[in-house]
T-cell receptor, first 115, second 115 residues
Framework: AQSVAQPEDQVNVAEGNPLTVKCTYSVSGNPYLFWYVQYPNRGLQFLLK??????LVKGSYGFEAEFNKSQTSFHLKKPSALVSDSALYFCAVRDQNTGGFKTIFGAGTRLFVKA | EPEVTQTPSHQVTQMGQEVILRCVPI?????FYWYRQILGQKVEFLVS????????KSEIFDDQFSVERPDGSNFTLKIRSTKLEDSAMYFC?????????????FGPGTRLTVL
């Protein structure tokens, strides 16, 4: 069965500092991995994804994530946080081998960036 | 930029009543989805829909739920007899292609309140 864990309910970081939002996953086959962001009263917005190839993927708004197969992790990172990055971040996984489109989301991590 | 739209933004209903939540996916997308997010909890997959039939559904999606694409643009979720525990934010999403690596584009959501 597929699952996603985001071990931190909340991450606090000062503006200008690097940020990391952690995600680990479990699938029976190879994963498709995604990060989405949710601002208040809005739907989820796609940030980036890992399909295959280079383990470091770059996405919107300066975010990047590193796929680590041995640690089954896909942590979201940004070198320099902005106050406007404050939002709820969801990691998601889909199993490449199931052939379906069921996407499993983590519980979300709330990011607070302090000025 | 094309976007997924949902109506209404907020629906209040009495327990036992039927509700229909409406979505207009991005026009060239082929796959459609419904998710729900109970307040403060994770985003949960309900159903995916392709070629006018359900391609996958979760255990949440029981006989009380149904989906339909009544015309070329709308995609609806019907709950036949609402329960208190159906109160949640319901998100519609769509994706472009058959590849499971395609990201999904989410609508702003419909907040359903069952009294």
């Amino acid at each position: 069965a597929q699952s996603v864990a985001q071990p931190e309910d909340q991450v606090n970081v000062a503006e200008g500092n690097p940020l990391t939002v952690k995600c680990t996953y479990s699938v029976s086959g190879n994963p498709y991995l995604f990060w989405y962001v949710q601002y208040p009263n809005r739907g989820l917005q796609f940030l980036l994804k890992y399909i295959t190839g280079d383990n470091l993927v770059k996405g919107s708004y300066g975010f990047e994530a590193e796929f680590n197969k041995s640690q089954t992790s896909f942590h979201l990172k940004k070198p320099s946080a902005l106050v406007s990055d404050s939002a709820l971040y969801f990691c998601a996984v889909r199993d490449q081998n199931t052939g379906g489109f069921k996407t499993i989301f983590g519980a979300g991590t709330r990011l607070f960036v302090k000025a | 930029e094309p976007e997924v739209t949902q109506t209404p933004s907020h629906q209040v209903t009495q327990m036992g009543q039927e509700v229909i939540l409406r979505c207009v996916p991005i026009s060239n997308h082929l796959y459609f989805y419904w998710y729900r997010q109970i307040l403060g909890q994770k985003v949960e997959f309900l159903v995916s829909f392709y070629n006018n039939e359900i391609s996958e559904k979760s255990e949440i999606f029981d006989d009380q739920f149904s989906v339909e694409r009544p015309d070329g643009s709308n995609f609806t979720l019907k709950i036949r007899s609402t329960k208190l525990e159906d109160s949640a934010m319901y998100f519609c999403a769509s994706s472009e292609q058959a590849s499971g690596g395609n990201e999904q584009f989410f609508g702003p959501g419909t907040r359903l309140t069952v009294l």
